[in-house]
């Protein structure tokens, strides 16, 4: 009964919270965002149908089913326990990044908004990004060159010829 609406089949945001397991507050957030069908009554009041709600819920135990159950609370999730092929490490969050690369979560968000971060990231959710932990690695590589192998500023490599040529003599 998708085109026809009878008033038993109408849902409060309350009742619709507690069939979705979300907050009230949630469901205002979801309709704003436009990821949840609402409607308004002739009084301005906001309602759900069973159907729409039925269907939100549906489809969000299927995104849940993604996840592995198996896998232990902290263990670091990889690419292969979501059926990632591109993600060769595990998945990092911003805030992990921003530890590892010992800068705030601020300038990391910062650097993605502007698009000057380098490495690329993958939406989770609405409004959560993660990024693999071979390629932020790969870009720290990239960046940073071991001890010795820079090359050396030309004063200090005539420095080290004049040397030799004194020594030589």
Do not use: C
């Amino acid at each position: 009964m998708k085109g026809i609406t009878v008033a038993s089949d109408r849902l409060t945001p309350k009742t619709a919270a507690e069939i979705l397991g979300l907050s009230p507050i949630t469901i205002y957030g979801y309709v704003r965002q436009g990821k949840l069908k609402a409607y308004r009554k002739s009084d301005n009041k906001l309602y759900f149908t069973r159907y729409d709600i039925e269907e939100f819920k549906t489809h969000a135990e299927e995104l849940v089913a993604v996840v592995p159950g198996n896998v232990p609370k902290n263990a670091p999730i990889t690419g292969k326990d979501l059926g990632m092929k591109k993600i060769r490490g595990y998945l990092m969050t911003i805030a992990e990044v921003a530890a590892f690369l010992r800068v705030s979560v601020r300038w990391v968000e910062m650097h993605i908004n502007d698009g000057t971060f380098p490495v690329k990231s993958y939406p989770v959710g609405t409004r959560g990004r993660v990024f693999d932990s071979a390629d932020v690695e790969d870009w720290l590589l990239k960046i940073f060159t071991e001890a010795g192998t820079a090359p050396l500023p030309l004063k200090a490599e005539r420095k080290i010829r004049r040397e030799k040529e004194a020594a030589m003599k």
